[in-house]
């Protein structure tokens, strides 16, 4: 799951990391890249020696450096880090965009309510934190059974800490 809590029991601050899942790592990019570039140069092995050689490796250049491209850029815009921060006192959330400033947001946790909107959102099952008289979104970025997840994670927490905090 691409969130995990932590929790120091002394101060009863609790802390939610979310980050969006990411399906290839460097060294799966490297295998692919590798593996795509092999067999994208079979065809061409026939025509070693000839001139027809060269008027096509530009194109297969061109093709694999734009492959290149997309997944390196693929890769910066899941740079995305939420981190979600309660206390009794204070629920603070800070979303770490990968190009663009970084968002805060907080809030006394007594008035914050979290929703769970199945239709009507830019996904389903949106997971929405509102009080202090904004309407935040979290986790838009995980699938829609992690999203179900972490509402009832937040739902769940944010119940439990109302009671820690009295």
């Known amino acids: 799951m691409p969130y995990n809590w932590t929790q120091t ?13 990411r399906s290839l790592p460097p060294r799966g990019f ?3 890249m590798l593996a795509t570039f092999a067999m994208a140069t079979l065809p061409l092995y026939g025509l ?4 027809l050689l060269w008027g096509l490796l530009p194109f297969l250049l061109i093709a694999l450096t734009g ?13 995305i880090l939420e ?10 959330l800070v979303r770490r965009n990968p190009r663009g400033p970084q968002q805060e947001w907080t809030c006394n946790p007594h008035w914050v309510r979290v929703a769970l909107h199945e239709d ?3 996904v389903p099952n949106y997971v929405t934190l509102s009080g202090a008289g904004r309407e935040v979104e979290i986790g838009a ?3 829609e059974d992690e999203r179900k ?17 009295r």
């Open 149 to 165: 997840s972490l509402y009832t994670d937040l739902t769940t927490r944010l119940r439990h800490l109302g009671q820690v905090g």
């Open 141 to 143: 970025f995980l699938s």
């Open 83 to 92: 981190v979600l921060t309660m206390t009794p006192q204070d629920l603070h």
């Open 48 to 51: 070693l020696g000839t001139a």
């Open 120 to 122: 009507g959102g830019p």
């Open 9 to 21: 029991p002394t101060t009863h601050a609790q802390e939610l990391r979310l980050w969006p899942h």
């Open 67 to 79: 492959l290149y491209y997309a997944l390196r850029r693929n890769d910066s815009d899941r740079q």
């Open 30 to 32: 490297a295998a692919f």
